[in-house]
């Protein structure tokens, strides 16, 4: 991964397309929003390969996030909190809460900040 400086900050280069990042949303993703959507969309695509192997159809998943930042430390990442809105037939809650556990267990992103980083999840089904 390489990237390179422009007037209002950086732009990466993927086989996908072109990232921009800036500290000003007006010129790219901001570094924190990068940061939440990559935990937020991993926790959510390794909770989707769970519940399909524990044989539960996921219609459509949707995940809100929460973000508590410290004004005081560099307005660092605290707390996120992701609630999973899932849509299917015949989704069980105790076997969907143990799911979002192995999600958490499995998600390479959480794993990787989960000692400097809180976070926390909950769900709801829907038909």
Same mark, same amino acid.
Do not use: W
């Given at each position: 991964?390489?990237?390179?400086?422009?007037? &209002?900050?950086?732009? $990466? /280069?993927?086989?996908?397309?072109?990232?921009?990042?800036?500290?000003?949303?007006?010129? +790219?993703?901001? =570094?924190?929003?990068?940061?939440?959507?990559?935990?937020?969309?991993?926790?959510?695509?390794?909770?989707?390969?769970?519940?399909?192997?524990?044989?539960?159809?996921?219609?459509?998943?949707?995940?809100?996030?929460?973000?508590?930042? &410290?004004?005081?430390? $560099? /307005?660092?990442?605290?707390?996120?909190?992701?609630?999973?809105?899932?849509?299917?037939? +015949?989704?069980? =809650?105790?076997?969907?809460?143990?799911?979002?556990?192995?999600?958490?267990?499995?998600?390479?992103?959480?794993?990787?900040?989960?000692?400097?980083?809180?976070?926390?999840?909950?769900?709801?089904?829907?038909?």
């Amino acid at each position: 991964m390489e990237l390179q400086m422009k007037d &209002n900050g950086f732009i $990466a /280069n993927f086989e996908y397309g072109q990232l921009k990042i800036s500290g000003d949303e007006t010129y +790219g993703f901001r =570094p924190y929003q990068l940061m939440v959507s990559s935990i937020a969309a991993c926790s959510s695509s390794v909770l989707n390969k769970v519940l399909g192997k524990m044989r539960m159809n996921c219609e459509d998943l949707k995940v809100s996030v929460q973000v508590e930042r &410290n004004e005081q430390e $560099a /307005n660092r990442i605290e707390k996120i909190h992701m609630h999973f809105v899932i849509k299917g037939e +015949g989704l069980q =809650p105790e076997k969907v809460e143990k799911a979002v556990a192995l999600a958490r267990k499995n998600c390479p992103m959480v794993q990787s900040v989960k000692d400097s980083i809180e976070i926390t999840e909950s769900f709801e089904l829907v038909q």
